[in-house]
Nanobody, 127 residues
Framework: QVQLAESGGGLVQAGGSLRLSCTAS????????MGWFRQVPGKEREFVGV????????YYADSVKGRFTVSGDNAKNTVYLQMNSLKPEDTALYYC????????????????????WGQGTQVTVSS
């Protein structure tokens, strides 16, 4: 079984920054893509951004482009989410996600395509 463990959430004022981390552990596996989704109560889980280990390509939701950066270390199975210029509407439970097979196109943005999930870390942005 693969486990994903997130850290780095918290409370920050609007305009501030936070950095989330997520490390995958468990039995021998290969992750092809790792990244982040977020969810607020009463809404569906929303794509934030992911990184494809092969080539290092990154993909972002329009709402976070230019403010958030996904990076990571494939050898350590660790992915980061650097969040700058945070807004109150970024308040959510942020989930780390990973997939153990190649995936392309619109599938990248669908939460149900991901095989593994962390427990989530809360990010609260005050106005």
């Amino acid at each position: 079984q693969v486990q994903l463990a997130e850290s780095g959430g918290g409370l920050v004022q609007a305009g501030g920054s936070l950095r989330l981390s997520c490390t995958a552990s468990g039995r021998a596996f290969t992750t092809y893509i790792m990244g982040w989704f977020r969810q607020v109560p009463g809404k569906e889980r929303e794509f934030v951004g992911v990184i494809r280990w092969s080539g290092g390509s990154t993909y972002y939701a329009d709402s976070v482009k230019g403010r958030f950066t996904v990076s990571g270390d494939n050898a350590k199975n660790t992915v980061y989410l650097q969040m700058n210029s945070l807004k109150p509407e970024d308040t959510a439970l942020y989930y780390c996600a990973a997939v153990s097979r190649p995936m392309y196109g619109s599938r990248l943005y669908r939460s149900y395509e991901y095989d593994y999930w962390g427990q989530g870390t809360q990010v609260t942005v005050s106005s």
